[in-house]
């Protein structure tokens, strides 16, 4: 998924890119569903939040926003530490995982050679 073209190499068409994005997208929506999963079963299983709840608690954090309960419990609180922690880094590797095709392409271009 990661095995970009060296400088040397000409242009991937845009096909190929279009391909190359559409996986790398994949892998960050992925990554954000089980993200948000993972967040859902903590916050049902510490706090014993309703699934409704936990969803709307853990995509709350996992966007940046913050949470809309506060934990009432020890574990409950660790965990939303936890996955506060995580979320702020699952935000900037996912953007990264997404984004690298676009960034790739457009320093390719700039060095390309005609």
């Not at 068409?13 to 992925?30: M, N, V």
């Not at 079963?41 to 510490?46: D, K, L, R, T």
Request: glycine residues 10%.
């Amino acid at each position: 998924m990661f095995s970009f073209e060296h400088h040397s190499e000409p242009v991937l068409h845009r096909k190929e890119f279009l391909l190359r994005f559409a996986r790398t997208a994949l892998a960050g929506i992925t990554m954000v569903v089980v993200s948000l999963g993972a967040g859902m079963a903590g916050y049902h299983a510490f706090e014993g939040m309703t699934w409704i709840d936990a969803f709307a608690n853990a995509a709350m954090i996992l966007s940046g926003m913050g949470p809309l309960a506060q934990p009432a419990t020890t574990m409950g609180k660790l965990f939303a530490g936890c996955y506060a922690l995580y979320s702020g880094l699952a935000v900037v590797i996912v953007a990264g995982i997404t984004f690298a095709p676009v960034i790739h392409r457009f320093l390719h271009k700039l060095h390309a050679e005609k």
